[in-house]
């Protein structure tokens, strides 16, 4: 019976670790490219609803330039430039994306919230807000 149980506390932790992973990746990765970004596309986005759509438009020097869409696809966050990359673990369901602009004299801002779950874990409520620095250095 300690076998079983531990055992279970094993499955139940490795899931809470890469949902807790996939989370920061694609919370960090959506953080960074906002940061760098010159504007967003808002023909090309979706704000405000489940699956939200978010495009920007960059000059960063990693990807020559052009656009960075981030959407949700069945249970993962992609991220579309030249190629769609997953930024989330396999053994994760992403099931709420949303994406908020708030726009100001200088500035904008892009918040996300995000809810994740894995099958070991209960679903979890991220959260993050990042300005393009292009907004307001001008």
Not at 13 to 27: C, E
């Amino acid at each position: 019976g300690g076998v079983i149980s531990l055992n279970h506390s094993v499955i139940a932790s490795r899931g809470s670790r890469d949902l807790n992973l996939s989370a920061a990746t694609a919370l960090e990765r959506i953080e960074r490219e906002v940061k760098d970004a010159s504007s967003v596309v808002q023909a090309g986005s979706t704000f405000k609803v489940n699956p939200g759509v978010l495009t920007i438009a960059t000059s960063n020097a990693s990807t020559t330039g052009g656009t960075m869409k981030f959407s949700l696809s069945g249970p993962q966050v992609l991220l579309t430039t030249n190629a769609t990359t997953s930024l989330t673990a396999a053994g994760v369901n992403v099931s709420s994306l949303i994406f908020y602009l708030a726009t100001s004299t200088n500035s904008s801002s892009i918040h996300v919230t995000m809810t994740i779950s894995s099958t070991s874990t209960q679903s979890r409520y991220f959260y993050d807000t990042a300005v393009l620095r292009e907004s307001y250095v001008k």
